[in-house]
């Protein structure tokens, strides 16, 4: 255990309903990451924070993906209007900010159906 | 091309064998290298950083080579807990953003 929590462990929703996953990072890391992960691949970035800005993001995050991290501390994820292409692993990461170490969570696994 | 390329394997050794992993990067400003562990629906951990000096913990040996940009990672006496699939991640910034690019990465079976 890393101590990087992510919520829920698995989701399954039907194409088209909008899904909400939420990392809570090791308490004194002001770095956390979102990544993507596809069967056989290795992850792909999706958006970073520092603290509660948003100061990067992936391509791959289309307009149907938001995420946030309002206080600094635990950070959401939202993807709405889902289609199969986002079913995936989606995994939150956090660092401290003098280390390159970053710590992932369990992830989050999602199917569309 | 793909930013970070690794042997596609799979790789089935048996126990006690030394095995070789090899990885390209293609872009010349990276700064950081590391080699991360994935077990089976579990999430990546942190192997071992690269160092262009080259590093050793244990039975596994990094090795960086700047100028042809390649990566490797040598595993000696393999143990079946070492099963697993090693990621190949550089990142582009040293200090700041830092988020990781990752290879497909290779999966290791020891066998007994």
């Known amino acids: 255990d890393t101590g990087v929590s992510q919520d829920p462990r698995h989701k399954i929703t039907k194409r088209g309903q909008n899904v909400t996953f939420r990392c809570d990072p090791i308490?004194?890391?002001?770095?956390l990451y979102w990544y993507r992960q596809t069967l056989g691949q290795g992850p792909e970035f999706l958006t970073y924070?520092?603290?509660?800005?948003?100061?990067?993001k992936s391509r791959l995050l289309s307009d149907r993906f938001s995420a946030e991290r309002p206080k600094g501390s635990f950070s959401t994820l939202e993807i709405q209007r889902t289609e199969q292409g986002d079913s995936a692993m989606y995994l939150c990461a956090s660092r401290a900010g003098p280390s390159n170490e970053q710590f992932f969570g369990p992830g989050t696994r999602l199917t569309v159906l | 091309r793909k930013e970070v390329e690794q042997d596609p394997g799979p790789f089935n050794v048996p126990e006690g064998a030394t095995v070789a992993f090899n990885c390209t990067y293609s872009?010349?400003?990276?700064?950081?290298f590391f080699w991360y562990r994935q077990d089976c629906r579990k999430e990546p951990k942190l192997l071992m950083s690269v160092y262009s000096s080259g590093n050793e913990d244990g039975r596994f040996t990094a090795q960086l080579n700047r100028a042809s940009q390649y990566i490797s990672l040598l595993i000696r006496d393999s143990k079946l807990s070492d099963s697993a699939t090693y990621l190949c991640v550089v990142t582009l910034y040293g200090g700041s953003q830092g988020n990781l690019i990752f290879g497909k990465g290779t999966k290791l079976s020891v066998k007994p």
């Open positions: 308490s004194e890391h002001n770095r």
């Open positions: 924070f520092q603290n509660e800005a948003q100061l990067e």
């Open positions: 872009n010349s400003a990276s700064q950081s």
